[in-house]
């Protein structure tokens, strides 16, 4: 198991992962996507993805990697291991697709896979996931504060089969455009 990096000094697990039925994947991906960044559009698809026997791999990946992961973090104040819990998993496949700043409470930790990326559409921003960090910043910036900008946030391109593993709590985005789309599947995990 790769370690995790500590940022700001936030875990956060960076790793690639592709499947031999991605493909498979991918269809059931795309079929319970939600287009746009409507919240209406995933609530129709609730518990399809997660149910659907073509992601079987991947959600069962997901499950060893987050109790692995979190598990190793947590070793010297556990006294028991915790049963890991999977409370939401969606995807999105979209060629327009901005998920402004958020992050996801009443959850523990959050995880992005990146199921195709298209990466042949790459261009600054596009296609990365930004994540921020937790501790406050100030209310003024200028180029006299530009290094701030690496400390304060983390830019990931994720590529086919590349994933993160971050706190529930850690604000991200996300931008995409392009001319094909782009598919993630992403799922949100307590601990009982």
Known sequence: MKDFDLIWPTPIQRGNQVFDNQEKILEASVEYSGQ??????????????????????????????????????????????????????????????????????????????????????EDGSNGTTMIYSPLPWGQYADPGLAFMERTFMQWHRLNTGDFLLFPSFIRHTAIYSGRSPRTIIAANFSFR
């Open 36 to 121: 746009i960044n409507d919240d209406q559009s995933l609530e129709s698809n609730k518990g399809k993805l997660i149910n659907d026997p073509r992601i079987k791999t991947v959600k069962q990946w997901m499950l060893d990697t987050v109790t692995e992961g979190v598990s190793k973090l947590n070793e010297q104040f556990w006294t028991k291991p915790c049963a890991t819990m999977i409370n939401e998993m969606w995807s999105w496949s979209s060629t327009e697709y901005f998920n402004p700043l958020h992050s996801h409470p009443n959850n523990s930790w959050s995880m992005i896979y990146c199921v195709d990326s298209n990466t042949n559409e």
